[in-house]
Each structure stands twice: as C-alpha cells, then as structure tokens.
C-alpha cells in the first residue's frame, strides 16, 4: 500500500552507513529489467507519454513492468527510483522520471511490505530536458542531494552553491541526454519507525531514447554483394536501420574455437543518412583457400557493444587470371598431324553409298593429280544415281522399269558428272594453288602465300571464341600476328582484326592485357576499333590506364585521332574514367599523358562523384594528391555527390599531412557536405521552451572537415578559432589550442630563421628533402619566399622541432640550431602531443570525440 504523504514531499534520510549486503542479511535486487530500446523520452511540451516504461521481457500480450524486490527481510520498506546517468560510478541525471508514484524533483517512491516486499513500477515515464536547460536542473538536484543528507533546516552556503553550479557545468558536458539508468535504493525501518535504514543501491541496465540514433535496434536490411575475393577490398553498399557513424564497426568473424574477426573498411564520410554504408571488405586469414570460405558479418557498435544479427558473406579464391590469357596459354596445343594421314575414309563416298568404298576418301598422296580424291568423288556420286532410281532386275520380272523411268535416271546422272566434273576441276585448281603456295614458302621461308590461301578461315573460333589473331596475341607471338594481319590486310576478311571472344575481348583488349606494345601499335594502324567494350565496358584506353602502362597509353592517345578524341572522357560500366583507373595505380605519368590529351581531370566518377583528387586522398596517395594540385591543376573545393570535398576525406581519415597540403592549396575548411550534423528526431537537439528545435548555434546544413575528424593534430589544423577549446573534459586535460601547439615557432622565429637560411645560402629543396616535405614543394616554389613558406607550412602541419633541429644540423647551419633550442622552453610543453600526433611520424588516431558535431558546436 502506497503512503501518500510521501509522494510529493522529500523524505528525511539519516546519514546512517548502508545496511552490508550479506547471504544472510537483507538486500535489494532487481527482478525485470527495465526494456532497453524502443520507448521514447518526451519534452515537456509534447505531454505525458502514452504508456509506462516497459520491462525488458515485456511482449504485446504480456505486459512487465521494472520491478524490484527486498529479500532476507520482513517488514515495511520504502523503494526509490531515481534516473542516474550511464557513467561508472552513476551521477545524477538532468532528466526526471514523472508517473503516478513521482514527485516533482524526478524520484518516485513505493512502499512495500510488510509479507510481499516486491515493487513494480508500472507508470514511469521519462522527462527529457531540453540542453539549455541542463545546468540549471542539474545545479538543483545537487544542492537537494546535499541537503537531504543534512539535517533539516539547513541551508547550503553561496560557497557550496557556486561549487553546484560549476560542479553541475562539468557534469553537463559530459552528459548523454540519450542514456539513461534506473537506481533503486530500498530503505528499511529504524527503531522509531523512520525510514533511514538503507540497503546498498542497484543499478539497471541503459534506456536509449528511441529518438537517439544508438537507440534503435542494429539490423542489416539488403547488402548489394555477399560474395567477394579473399583478399578484401571489394566494396559492398550495406542498407541498415539508423546508426550513428562514429559509433559503428561492421565485423567480420568466424564462430570457429581459435576464432577470427576483421573490420569492414569505411570512414564517416561513406555513412550516408544514418542508413547506408559503403565499406571495402577486409582481407581473410589465409590467402591461399583453394574452395570458397563462408565467414558472418555484422553491425556492431563500437560503445554500446550492441550488435545485430549476423549475415553470411563468402570469400572466393583469388582469382589472378580474370581476363583468362593465362589458362589459355596453358591449353594444350594441337598433336602433330601425323594421325591426318590416311584420315577419314570414304569421306567423300558418304554422299552416296554404295559407291562410297570405291575411292578411298581424302588422299593427299598426289596432289597435284587429285586422283584419289576424285575416283572416290565419282565413285560416291555414281552409287548416289543408282539408289536414285531402281536397282536393275533380270527380265520379265514385275519391277522391270519402263523406258521413261531408264531415261530420267539417265539424265539425273548427266547432271550428277556435270557437278562432279566442275567439282574436280575447281579443286584440282585449289589444289595447284597450294602446292604452288607450299613451294613458295619453302623457297623463301615466307608464310604468307600460305596464310592468303587460308584467309577465309581467320574467323574461325575455338570453344573460347578466340579465332586465330587472338591467340597469337595471347601466346604472344608477334611474327605470326605480324603475318596474320599482313595476309588479311586490304580484303573482306578484315573485319576478323575487331572480332570479339565470348569475354568480349578484341586483339587489341588482349594486346593491351599481355602488355605487348608493338602488337598494339600494329593493330591499330591496321584498323583495329579502339572504341569496342570489353565485358566491363572498358576501352582499349582504360584498360592501358588501369595498367598504369605509359609506353602503351601513349600509343593509344597519339593514334586515337579525331574520331575517337572522345574515348578519353568516356565511363566504362562502372562509372571510371581513364582518370580514376590512373589513380589507383598511383600512376602521375599517366595522368599527365592523359590530360594533355584532353581528359577532364575534375570529372566525378558516376558512382559516388568523386575526382581524381578525391580518390587519391582516400587512398592517401599524398605526393599524387599534391601533384594533381600542383601540376594538373584540380580542383581542391570540389565535391563528391553527398557534397564531401577532398579535405572531408582527409579529416575523417585522421591525416595530418594531408589536411595540411589541402589547406596549404586553398581548401575550404568551412565547407559542408550534405550528412545533416543533427536530425530532427535526435534527442541531444536544443529546444526552446515552446517546443521549437534549435539543433545549433550556426546554421549548419551538414558535417565540416572539423567535425569529421579523427585525431587532434587535424582538429588543430582544421580549428580556425584562437584559445583552448573546451569541447570536452578529456579534451581539456590531455589536449591543447592550435596556439598553444605552435609557439615554438611563432612568426618571429620562422621569419629569424629564414633569413639566417638565406644569408646561408642553404637550398631550401635539400631542407624541404631532410623534413620529408619534398613532394610539397610545388605549393610553394612560386611564392616570393619559398624558404619561409616551406617553414610555415612545417609549422602548419605540426612538425616538431626536434625534427627541424636534425634537418638543420645535417646542412650544417648550426646558427639556425642554435636559434631553435634557445626557443626550445617555450615549447616543452607541447612536445609529447607534437610527437604522438606528428603528421610526419606515424599516422596514429589520437583520442576520438564521441560526437565532435555536438560536443564542440
């Protein structure tokens, strides 16, 4: 039975120690949980929530609620539930729980006992308060929690309440307003009947708001590929319900007992909406499987450790022969002809019959007569007439055949010698043709005559559909491609130089493929078709691209002409231009061929918009990304289809040297993309009094650079505000300002520096070479002062003195060490961060911000 009088008045708490949790003593445990997922905290404006806080085993049918119980004990005990945050030890939460046991300060009560001492709290609802509101709810709780540990009447002092208020601005930083947990505390009667006995609290398990983006239930919806090469890096487009980006892992595993787990590749830029994910899948354990190996994947968050239900993915082995020229260079080759000979008999009687004995089939031992070949001919042709008419019969018998019927079966054998005769004659003149072909080449040596006489077979194709031009390409022999197409030359039978395999290859594709570039040369200017796709929609251009071949490339584009200028900005099936298959192959020789021949070098690629810039710095491919910039001029601004520029791929990957070569070139640091930095439904948005959301302070469409990075040397680079940043308590304590970080070299050290440099005469592309900062020397060769830029852009990307130091002392200018370690103090402070981080060391993450898009804005 409930006691009224308790529900809206705090209680008086003695500050007596907890009774100790013993076998034997009393103690609070929790029977249901309260249900985890699904149930939504409201604002004050949107009115009392449409049913209680369910129990974790709660279903449609079955109602539960959280429940409690006391046990070892027998009497009257009174159960509070209060919201604590998810923090380990538990503080006290800004939301407050309301219901029908609930008083307004958030904590609702229950008296049990003295027989059934189990609780159930089947009306709690959670109030969400808004974030501008959290230091003032949280600096009042305090001072009540202090309170009622003192006696009554008492009244906190301005010291005490100005040491709530700050206490309660640190709490709100770190606070999720999206997680909750639920703390019982049961207390027993004393002596005089008071409720002040208190058993040691309990903890429940975390209350995501439905609302929050780690709230919902992790699920994989569809997956575009469930198959891929046991080397990874097959990229996989995943739809899912909503995540939150920086707080989600897609894990690779076997249930096997040594196990095995990889991580899908992917960074916050490839999550679009909260919805999908693009990754690359990583490598299997064994490279070597010689049969497919079926592992599971699933989402998997990284904080919550909340996972989903797992689905089957199948590595394949690798396959190192996709274009098939190796196993067909492996096929066996035809036997000697020596089996031909005296081949199928009575071939040529087979027209006939009866006849068909009498020649002896195809006979080459005299060619030049053809006697055999024909006296068989005749013979067949002859047993055909006699079965066309009737077989003769002795006279006076019935089936004697009149005269008209021995006159037909005459003439029809008139015409059968007429056919055979011109037969006879037209391959007696075949047969001469060849003998004098055979001659010739014996004399010379020379195959083509040979090969004239057979042209007419060149387009003949074998079970691979490869005809005679493709497998000299792909056995690589050139002088019998040379001799092919000389005999083809000039003559209808040309056409047989574009004929395609069943893998839609050409003689050039698989010229190109075997990398043989006289053979490309010669085909093309023998009328090969340089603009027939192969089965990935791929030219004979940007298979020499994807190769990253230039001597062949370069054939390609000098011999392409007008009439086929347009291939260079052409897409094969998957979206890639020449450009972007360059790219990958990390080829700077190539791109320049390819954009002095005209290509596009800001054309996005159609699957995901993005550049050749864009590519390069996703692979961090920095020295080409600097040379895309510096020589080939590309846009540094541009953006993907989802509005990421360059400089989003550089800071979601945490690269400090290449956020620095971007800025260095002109990027934008406060450009957005189109990912919204907050969404409606998130319950960690500002909202006024009226309801209204306010998600920011600046009006922000999406993510910037800043709020996508990963490590703190970026958020330097990218932080355009001066002083400390006070985004986060951690952040405060092991992290400094983009200020702080570089007064080891402010402007009146570089600029001392400088001119020491050049009255030394010290080359400053030997000092950019001992800095590792060579492949950045075309940002600022063209300046006035290319020394005092590299030494801002040093200073920029956060190199350490220290490494400044060494450059200085292996060109011997020890009056610019000696500048440097007189300014060595001022720096001390910053060195650990400068070496844990340093752009020019190793790469490694620096502390991650849980959500830099709320914590820092």
Known sequence: MVDLQYLHEPFEVKPEPFVPETVHGPYLQIIEEPKQRGFRFRYECEGPSHGGLPGASSERNKRTYPTVKVSNYLGQARIEVQLVTHTDPPRVHAHSLVGRHCNENGICTIDVGPNDLTAQFSNLGILHVTKRGVVEVLTKRLGEEKMRMKESGYKCTDAEEQAFLQEAKELGKIMDLNIVRLKFTAYLQDSNGSFTRALKPVVSNHIYDSKSPNASNLKISRMDKTSGSVLGGEEVFLLCDKVQKDDIDIRFYEEEDDGWEAFGDFSPTDVHKQYAIVFKTPPYRCADITRPVTVFLQ????????????????????????????????????????????????????????????????QFNHPMDGSGFFSGGCGGYSGGAQM??????????????????????????????????????????????????????????????????????????DENGDTPLHLGVIHQQPIVVQQLIQALSNTPQQKFINKLNKLNQAPLHLAVITKQPKLVEMLMKTGADPSLLDREGRTALHLAAHTGD??????????????????????????QYPV????????????????????????????????????????????LAC???????????????????????????????????????????RMENDEPLFFQSSSSSDEDDEGTFNPRKRPAVGHT??????????????????????????????????????????????????????????????????????TLTHLYQDSASPCQKLLENYQLSGGPVDGLVEALQSLGVSEGVRLLRDSQPREDKQSTDSKEDSGFGSQSIGEEMGNPAVSNH
Not at 580 to 607: F, S, T, W, Y
């Open 299 to 362: 989402l998997k968050r990284k904080k919550g450790g909340g996972c989903s239900e797992p689905k089957q993915f199948t590595y394949i082995p690798h396959n190192q022969d996709k274009e098939e020229v190796q196993r067909k260079r492996m096929k066996a080759l035809p036997q000697p002809y020596d089996h031909w000979r005296g081949g199928p008999q009575g071939g040529a009687g087979a027209f006939g019959g009866p006849g068909s004995g009498a020649g002896g089939g195809f």
């Open 388 to 461: 066309s008419g009737s077989t003769p019969q002795a006279d006076g018998s019935p089936n004697q055949p009149t005269n008209t019927q021995t006159q037909s079966g005459s003439q029809m054998q008139q015409q059968l010698f007429q056919i055979a005769t011109a037969l006879q004659n037209r391959a007696t003149l075949m047969a001469k043709y060849s003998a004098h072909a055979l001659l010739q080449y014996c004399s010379t040596g020379d195959v083509r005559p040979l090969l004239v006489l057979q042209r007419r077979l060149c387009g003949v194709q």
């Open 550 to 575: 230039e001597t062949i490339l370069r054939l390609i584009l000098g011999l392409l002409g007008e009439r086929y200028a347009h291939l260079i900005n052409c897409a094969d099936f998957s979206g």
């Open 580 to 623: 972007h298959l360059a790219v990958k192959k990390d080829g700077e020789h190539c791109l320049r061929l390819l954009v002095e021949a005209g290509a596009k070098i800001n054309m996005p690629e159609q699957k995901s918009g993005c550049t050749a810039l864009h590519l390069a710095v996703r692979d961090n491919l920095l020295k």
């Open 627 to 669: 040379y895309l910039i510096t020589e080939l001029k590309a846009d540094v601004n541009t953006c993907t289809y989802g509005g990421n520029s360059p400089l989003h791929f550089a800071a979601s990957q945490g690269s400090p040297p290449l956020c620095s070569m971007l800025i260095a070139a002109g990027a934008d640091k």
């Open 705 to 774: 650079p800043f709020d996508l990075a990963k490590c703190q040397k970026v958020r330097d680079l990218l932080d355009g505000r001066k002083g400390p940043k006070p985004s986060s308590l951690a952040h405060k304590r092991t992290k400094i300002s983009t200020e702080e970080a570089n007064q080891g070299l402010d402007s009146e050290v570089l600029t001392k520096l400088c001119s020491i440099l050049i009255e030394d005469h010290v080359p400053w592309r030997e000092l950019a070479e001992k800095l590792g900062m060579l």
